[in-house]
DNA sequence: GCGACAG
DNA sequence: ATCTTGTCGC
């Protein structure tokens, strides 16, 4: 079968599926689908980044999907989609994805390009759970994703130094969950974490790759702007 | 019990 | 996340 009925195929299971209505049935979600991630590099290839972001419409009553599907290593835009649906699950620290994927999962059926990796919007394994936004979005397309955040949730790093492309572990205990890297000198880090089928090197590296001018990636900046904008 | 807390 | 103009700094 082609990767593109493979896509579509999970996106439509991902969708057939039942969302929790509560945090204790999300939190078990979370728990049984955590195994599924997997934490090494299973791809080669990339000839298509894409970035997925959302906005809030009517008050947060609508939640607004945006995907930008970018080519490598030109980092043109090559296709965007869009999704609006009725905003079902609160903002819950921890809880980010049952909020976000729903919509996300809507847009990405619209796509006419797979992409081969995806940057999203907030943290994938630096999670007190280990099943960020970034996790759970790879885990239902099984697509190699990134969690890049711009704040954090959990973790504590030492000190980074001021230049572009320095960065630090970034440690739960004993255990490293992500890094902070600095993707432009002298600007607030960002917080790097696999989201699956990526080690967190190759993840910190794409990051860089996809970085050429900005403190954020072209791929979010792009879904960031078609998911904030009134039109569209 | 008291803070911290992706978007 | 979002409401919002001008303004300070490299």
Redesign the pocket.
């Known amino acids: 079968m082609e990767p593109a009925k493979i896509f579509q195929g999970n996106i439509q299971e991902a969708l057939n599926q039942p969302w929790p209505q509560t945090v204790d049935a999300a939190r078990k979600i979370q728990e049984q689908l955590r195994s599924q991630v997997i934490r090494d590099d299973g791809f080669s290839t990339v000839q298509y980044v894409a970035g997925v ?4 419409e009517d008050n ?1 009553r609508i939640t ?1 999907a945006a995907v930008a599907v970018l080519r490598y290593p030109s980092l043109e835009l090559v296709e965007r989609a869009i999704a609006r649906i009725p905003t079902t699950f609160p ?1 819950i ?5 049952f909020r ?1 994927i729903p919509a996300l999962l809507q847009a990405l059926q619209k796509l006419n390009t797979i992409p081969d990796l995806i940057l999203c ?3 994938g394994f630096a ?1 007190p759970r280990r099943f ?3 996790c759970h979005l790879g885990v239902l397309l099984d697509v190699p994703a990134i ?1 890049v ?5 959990i973790g504590t790093h030492e000190e980074l130094a001021a230049e572009k492309g320095s960065w630090q572990s970034l440690w739960d205990k004993e255990e490293r969950v992500g890094a902070i890297l600095r993707s432009r000198a002298n600007v607030k880090p960002l ?1 790097i974490s696999i989201g699956h089928k990526i080690s967190l090197e190759t993840a910190i590296n794409w990051v860089l790759r996809c970085t050429p001018k900005y403190r954020l990636p072209e791929t979010t900046r792009l879904a ?1 702007r078609f ?2 904008a009134r039109e569209g």
Do not use: C, T
């Open positions: 972001d959302v906005g809030f947060y607004k903002y620290p921890g809880f980010l994805s976000e919007d907030g943290q999670h960020g936004i970034a969690g955040a711009k704040s954090r949730l917080y960031d998911a904030s």
